[in-house]
């Protein structure tokens, strides 16, 4: 398999990141600035909006990861520049000056600044970020190593042949990236519960093993808290059509995702890796907030197998939809851009599908178009770990 | 490659094997544990991805796949049968959970 790719066409960024996407991206901090920010958006082809719908009352933990949200994304390689639009200046600077450390341009508009008009936010916001599209257009892209290259792992949907394929295949892709110097992430800490002992022994070390089981021990007994049962939920009603009947079986096929390589940490939702190789994240197990904590991150590229199917994506990070279920990779042609099912027919192995898979990640963060992109399924959810005030 | 199973068991311990295709009552299913086939007649109908059991399970029993448990028996079954959720149940993150 000499023939697979190890480099790629990507964005050079001033912090030395690559980007697999240009953007210029239009980011509303609050939900009260979301609409002035997305007419913004709206008005100029091409320029990506995403908006909170939270962002006031909060305080503690909760304030803290919206914060680093916000920022992550605007930090993300896939950035090339960012308006962000904001109600008063005070909070607006905060997120922006965070953000600004990326050493990429960063806009502000504040309705404080136009009188609460929202039109003439708006209209500001146009400008701002017509000049940062202006500038991203006259960036070409060179080569990187695919070391440069930071991959989100997610499932959607799954069902049993998830966990005996798809998942698997991602894995020897996630396998092949970390080897070639590159880092990627898994999350969904509610799907490591009952093969936190197989995680947990991948471990680079005692205190990684002991933040693995800490972290799905907090998640088991917060939903022990609730009183209810995870079965409904976890695996839900298209994960027990699909023939999951527990968490400790999704789980057991989820982890496949992750490959065989040692793990180097536990992150927060929206931490950034200190180092290469492969993370795991303590995050939600919602795929569209998972996926924005990928994103806030840092990661440019996301693997996401499904079994029934499953069309959302991440609005920053070009998202590769991946099924080793043959009806549904029949099915859903323009949703599936990675056919895993030749392994579930028995015409593949494993190893042979993941380095097919790589040499699509290679093309896709070149600029090869996901079905996803085209369709422009994109979006971003963004995760609220405690109530308003 | 030909294939001559129609349902996987992915490990030596597991007791129940995962249809890879829809499975009908009174079948002959040859199911392949890793370089070594067995075969179990399906009691009832399995659709593609769901779980038939290899052996006679009693209730309260844990169900292995993956060689890991993935729950308990919530009532007797027997081989062939069509393992789920309304034969087994989570062991883990339930409300009768500490």
Redesign the interface.
């Known amino acids: 398999m000499s023939k697979v790719p190890s480099e790629f066409l990507g964005y050079a960024r001033p912090d030395g990141s690559a980007g697999t996407r240009n953007h210029v991206l239009v980011l509303s901090i609050l939900g009260l600035a979301n609409r002035a920010a997305e007419r913004a958006a709206q008005a100029l082809p091409g320029v990506l909006y995403v908006g909170t719908p939270y962002g006031r009352g909060q305080y503690g933990d909760d304030k803290t990861a919206h914060r680093d949200q916000l920022v992550g994304l605007c930090r993300n390689p896939n950035i090339a520049g960012a308006v962000i639009v904001g109600a008063d200046r005070g909070a607006l600077e905060g997120i922006a000056h965070l953000a600004a450390a990326s050493g990429k341009p960063t806009r502000t508009v504040a309705l404080d600044d136009t009188h609460e008009d929202s039109l003439d936010a708006s209209a500001a916001a146009i400008r701002h970020a017509g000049e940062l599209a202006h500038a991203a257009s006259r960036l070409r892209r060179e080569k990187f190593p695919a070391s440069a290259l930071f991959m989100g792992v997610e499932c959607g949907h799954s069902?049993?042949?998830s966990?005996?394929v798809a998942n698997p295949v991602s894995g020897a892709c996630v396998d092949r990236l970390v080897d070639t110097g590159g880092t990627a992430v898994v999350g969904e800490t509610?799907e490591w519960?009952?093969?936190e002992h197989?995680v947990a022994k991948r471990a680079a070390n005692d205190a990684v093993a002991k933040a693995i089981v800490d972290a799905v021990l907090r998640?088991?007994q917060a939903?022990?808290r609730t009183?209810?049962?995870?079965?409904g939920n976890n695996p839900g009603a298209e994960n027990?059509r699909?023939?999951l009947?527990?968490?400790?079986?999704k789980s057991?096929?989820a982890i496949a995702k992750t490959g065989s390589r040692p793990i180097q940490g536990v992150l927060a939702l929206a931490e950034r890796p200190a180092g290469k190789g492969l993370y795991l994240m303590d995050g939600p197990s919602f795929s569209p907030e998972s996926l924005t904590g990928f994103a806030a991150a840092g990661a440019q590229l996301m693997l996401f197998t499904t079994?029934a199917g499953n069309a959302f994506t991440n609005a920053i990070a070009p998202t590769i939809k991946i099924t080793g279920?043959p009806d549904t990779a029949r099915r859903l042609v323009q949703q599936i851009d990675f056919d895993a099912s030749p392994v579930?027919?028995?015409?593949e192995d494993i190893a042979d599908a993941g380095a097919r898979l790589f040499e699509l990640v290679m093309a896709v963060a070149s600029g090869a178009a996901t079905w996803g992109e085209i369709h422009g399924e994109g979006a971003e959810c963004f995760t609220r770990i405690g109530a308003s005030m | 490659m030909e294939i001559t199973w129609n349902a996987i068991a992915i490990d030596p311990a597991d007791g129940v094997a995962v249809a890879l295709r829809d499975l009908t009552a009174g079948e002959k299913v040859i199911v392949r544990i890793g370089g070594k086939v067995e075969t179990v007649t399906a009691r009832e109908a399995v659709a593609l991805g769901h779980k038939i059991a290899l052996r006679a399970h009693a209730a309260g029993e844990p169900v292995m796949k993956y060689g890991a448990r993935i729950a308990i028996a919530t009532q007797a079954f027997a081989a062939g049968d069509h393992v789920h959720v309304h034969n087994i149940k989570s062991a883990r993150a339930r409300k009768e959970s500490k």
């Open positions: 069902d049993a042949t966990g005996l509610v519960l009952g093969a197989i998640r088991e939903v022990a009183g209810q049962d995870l079965t027990i699909g023939g009947s527990s968490i400790e079986e057991l096929g079994g279920r579930f027919e028995g015409r």
